[in-house]
């Protein structure tokens, strides 16, 4: 009887669990999304939290007094933390203005070329921060001041640029405003676009000037748009470590991220991880009134039944200075940078811009032993530079391949179970990792898979911790993404193709994956521009055999040999460019099809 029973439980428990993954698949699927999320994003977070209360196998305040109040606290923390919001509120003006404006005039005004400066404006966040910080290093260089080979100015019209210009925290704020401001641009010219002219031409009517129009009614309905573009550029340069890292270090400017960069390399994992907990509550402040701000953009109702106009300002006599500086500007951020690379990777001798110095060694040249470690064969022939290409290449492709799949699954179990505490878990969960800093959280994952623990065997040194890395860290981007595809469909689709007897594998690939389609070529375009220039997170990761070319480039940068690290930046340019250009011209062609 008890064994009759015991099978009887076990058949209706497994009828149950086969109604819950027919009818209820999503279900099934964030669980099984819940548990290694538990561990990859939970884990790290617990470690960084737990270390820092810990010294000598005990609970101890130590490492927190040591950083907030300690002899070291002003060098440590203070100096650091003051140049890090130095820094963001800096970069956050400088894009935010530059965005903004650049979106009015491209939106709002009769400015020739508007369509093809539009696209001009989203190509610097494709090209790497750093990069530009690497022509910014080749152009202004003062031999002088800090010896070494002369810059571009210098060498050509004598210039010796002052210091605070050259290195430190006014070039840095240059490069990433350079870098940012596509963020406020895109943000700036959709609140623009929802502007209607009505309400501007019912100011004229009333006699307001047109200062007056956009300060009291074009300004005001943006608003919520810039405030959001504020806040996420201002979360962004909290972390920023490339730029900094490399124009902070001949004038000894540190910033938070450099600082825990440096106390993980010396073994202070205490003191690294206080500074991280630290920042990592900035960052949730200021996501935190991203939300805030977000919600508050519902109030203002710019888009009615009524028909809606958009009509251009004339710039008039200003047409053509105007035009004159945007083209300068798009010149300076995207042509200029690229330009000074390929110069400084041509040239056999640094600060030799003459044209007899010109070489194409450090492309296609052979061992030159006399140069030392600038004499290693050109990149297209040197067995480690391509290995490092190749797996910067393999990284990028397979991050943003799961990431992009990823995100589509969990905005799908996400917006099928909204309400459920399930739906709520699975959002928060993925999205943790946008506040936790980079190099911190890659110091967690050292400890999580040096050794084997159970069945998870020990990655340190792996491509595969590479790839799980990144991709958890893309998590926050891709699972929005996710999210607002997979809420544009109608659950009625779904419904009719689970009457008609489709299985969920077959609903997916069948009407949920074609309809969500350009969301999964966003989210792979984002990912692959991302890991491919992706310095922070994998600098304490990676190893000789999983060396990639961003690592190339620091420790190239670090020997002071500027024509690798040039060609390699160029190379990131060139491969990024290449894959962003294919993939938009797939999408176009409709090559992944549609859902009949």
């Known amino acids: 009887m008890l064994r009759q029973a015991t099978h009887r439980g076990l058949f209706v428990g497994l009828k149950r669990l086969r109604n819950l993954v027919v009818h209820r698949p999503y279900l099934v699927m964030g669980i099984l999304f819940l548990i290694p999320l538990a561990y990859l994003v939970i884990a790290p977070a617990f470690e960084i939290v737990r270390t820092s209360l810990i010294r000598e196998g005990q609970f101890s305040g130590y490492y927190w007094q040591r950083v907030l109040s300690g002899r070291m606290s002003v060098v440590l923390f203070f100096k650091p933390l003051l140049n890090t919001l130095k820094l963001a509120f800096g970069m956050t003006a400088g894009s935010v203005v530059v965005g903004a404006v650049l979106a009015w005039l491209v939106v709002r005004t009769d400015l020739p070329m508007r369509g093809t400066m539009e696209r001009l404006a989203v190509v610097p966040y494709i090209i790497p921060a750093w990069v530009v910080s690497l022509a910014w290093i080749t152009a202004f260089r003062n031999s002088e001041q800090f010896g070494g080979a002369p810059g571009l100015l210098e060498s050509f019209i004598g210039y010796h640029s002052p210091q605070w210009l050259t290195y430190g925290l006014v070039p840095s704020i240059i490069t990433l405003s350079l870098h940012y401001f596509p963020y406020s641009f895109i943000l700036s010219s959709s609140a623009f676009r929802s502007v209607d002219s009505h ?153 030799n811009f003459s044209i007899n110095n010109l070489t194409l060694h450090f492309w296609i040249g052979r061992t030159l032993p006399e140069l030392g470690d600038a004499g290693q064969p050109g990149i297209l022939r040197n067995p480690g530079i391509i290995r490092a290409a190749w797996h910067s290449i393999e990284l990028s492709a397979i991050t943003a391949t799961i990431s992009a799949l990823l995100g589509l699954l969990i905005g799908y179990v996400i917006v099928k179970a909204k309400g459920n505490i399930l739906s709520t878990l699975l959002d ?30 020990a990655l340190y040194g792996t491509m595969a911790l590479l790839v799980i890395i990144c991709i958890v860290k893309r998590l926050p981007y891709s699972s929005r993404t996710g999210i607002t ?23 997916f690939r069948k009407i949920l994956f074609p309809i969500a389609k350009s969301g999964f070529i966003g989210g792979f375009l984002l990912s692959f521009i991302t890991v491919m220039r992706e310095l922070d997170l994998i600098i304490l990761l990676s190893t000789p055999r999983t060396e990639l070319i961003t690592t190339m480039i620091f420790r190239f940068a670090e020997q002071g040999i500027a024509q690798f690290t040039n060609a390699l930046a160029l190379t990131i340019v060139i491969i990024t460019l290449s894959v962003y250009s294919v993939i938009q011209n797939f999408q176009k062609g409709d090559i992944f099809g549609a859902a009949e």
């Open 428 to 457: 928060q969960l993925s999205f943790l990792p946008y506040l936790m800093p980079a190099l911190p959280f890659a110091a967690t994952y050292i400890l999580l898979f040096a050794h084997p623990v159970g069945p998870i065997p």
């Open 199 to 351: 309400l501007e031409e019912t100011g004229e009517v009333l006699g307001a000037s047109r200062i007056r129009i956009l300060r009291k009614i074009t300004f005001p309905i943006i608003l919520p748009a810039l405030l959001s573009a504020v806040i996420l550029t201002f979360a962004k340069g909290l972390g920023t470590f490339a730029v900094p890292a490399f124009l902070g270090p001949p004038v000894k400017f540190r910033v938070l991220s450099t600082i825990i960069y440096s106390m993980l390399n010396t073994g202070s994992f205490g003191e690294a991880y206080v500074i991280a907990i630290i920042t990592t509550l900035i960052g949730a402040l200021t996501i935190y009134m991203n939300l805030k701000i977000i919600s508050a953009r519902r109030s203002y109702a710019t888009v009615s039944g009524k028909g809606m106009r958009v009509k251009p300002y004339k710039l008039g006599k200003w047409t053509w200075p105007v035009f004159g500086v945007v083209a300068l500007l798009m010149f300076c951020a995207v042509v200029l940078p690229v330009l000074v690379l390929i110069w400084q990777s041509l040239m056999f001798y640094p600060g």
């Open 485 to 507: 595809s997979m809420i544009q469909i109608s659950q009625e689709l779904e419904e009719t193709a689970v009457v008609l007897g489709a299985g969920w594998l077959r609903r």
